[in-house]
C-alpha cells in the first residue's frame, strides 16, 4: 500500500511543472493583462498587493521569453532524481518565488518592475546540481562529492551568475525576449536553492 501511494505521489510530480507550463502560456496569451495584475511592481507592492511574490514568476516579457523558461522548467523537472513529488515542487516554488522577490525588494531598489521564472530557475538548478553533486559522510559532518561531472555544471553555474552579476550582461542572450533582463534574479534564486540543497542534504544525512 506505502509504494502504491508513493509511486502515485511521483506519478503527480508530473502535474506541477505542467500546470505551472501551462499557466505561463495562459500569461502569454493575456500578456498585458497579466502584467499589469500580477506582475511584480513596486509601488503595487507596497499597496500591500502580496500576491505578485509569487506570481511574478509565472509571467513573462513575450512569448519568446515564455518559451526559453518553459524549456528551462522541463530540464529542471528531469534534473531532479529522485522526482519531485508535487507537494515539493510547489514548496520549491513558494520558497524560490519569494527568495527572488525579497532580493529584488530588499536589495535593488532600482528595478521596479520584474516578470520571469528565470530566478527561480536558477535556484531549481542550483538545488537540483548540488544534491547531485555532494552528500555527508555518514556518522560525520564532512561533505563528499559524489557526482563529479553535477559538480562541474554547478561551478559553471556559479561562475555564469557571478560573471551576470558584474557585468550586467545575460550569458548566451542572443534573443530579443522583449525587455531588459534583470540579472540579480539569477543570483538570489540561485541563493535559495543553495539554501534548499543544504537543507536537504543535512535531513537525508540525519535519515541515514
Known amino acids: 500500500m506505502c509504494r502504491l501511494m508513493c509511486r502515485a505521489n511521483h506519478r503527480c510530480g508530473w502535474c506541477v511543472p505542467i500546470i505551472i507550463l501551462l499557466i505561463m502560456l495562459a500569461t502569454a496569451v493575456w500578456h498585458h493583462t497579466s502584467d499589469q495584475y500580477l506582475a511584480y511592481d513596486r509601488a503595487a507592492l507596497a499597496q500591500f498587493q502580496l500576491w505578485r511574490i509569487w506570481t511574478a514568476h509565472i509571467v513573462h516579457l513575450g512569448w519568446i521569453h515564455t518559451l526559453l523558461n518553459a524549456v528551462g522548467v522541463v530540464i529542471a523537472l528531469f534534473l531532479y532524481q529522485p522526482?519531485?513529488?508535487?507537494?515539493?515542487?510547489?514548496?520549491?516554488?513558494?520558497?524560490?518565488?519569494?527568495?527572488?522577490?525579497?532580493?529584488?525588494?530588499?536589495?535593488?531598489?532600482?528595478?521596479?518592475?520584474?516578470?520571469?521564472?528565470?530566478?527561480?530557475?536558477?535556484?531549481?538548478?542550483?538545488?537540483?546540481?548540488?544534491l547531485r553533486a555532494i552528500a555527508?559522510?555518514?556518522?560525520?559532518?564532512?561533505?563528499?562529492?559524489?557526482?563529479?561531472?553535477?559538480?562541474?555544471?554547478?561551478?559553471?553555474?556559479?561562475i555564469?551568475?557571478?560573471?551576470?552579476?558584474?557585468?550586467?550582461?545575460?550569458?548566451?542572450?542572443?534573443?530579443?525576449?522583449?525587455?531588459?533582463?534583470?540579472?540579480?534574479?539569477?543570483?538570489?534564486?540561485?541563493?535559495?536553492?543553495?539554501?534548499?540543497?543544504?537543507?536537504?542534504?543535512?535531513?537525508?544525512?540525519?535519515?541515514g
Open 83 to 130: 522526482m519531485l513529488t508535487a507537494g515539493q515542487w510547489v514548496l520549491r516554488w513558494l520558497v524560490l518565488g519569494a527568495c527572488v522577490s525579497a532580493g529584488l525588494w530588499f536589495f535593488h531598489p532600482q528595478w521596479t518592475h520584474y516578470v520571469g521564472a528565470s530566478g527561480v530557475l536558477h535556484g531549481l538548478f542550483a538545488e537540483a546540481l548540488l
Open 160 to 207: 555564469k551568475i557571478i560573471y551576470e552579476a558584474c557585468s550586467g550582461i545575460t550569458v548566451g542572450q542572443t534573443l530579443d525576449v522583449g525587455g531588459a533582463v534583470v540579472t540579480q534574479s539569477h543570483a538570489w534564486g540561485a541563493v535559495g536553492g543553495v539554501i534548499l540543497a543544504l537543507w536537504g542534504i543535512h535531513r537525508h544525512a540525519h535519515r
Open 136 to 158: 555527508r559522510v555518514p556518522g560525520n559532518k564532512r561533505l563528499m562529492i559524489k557526482d563529479a561531472l553535477a559538480g562541474i555544471v554547478c561551478l559553471v553555474l556559479l
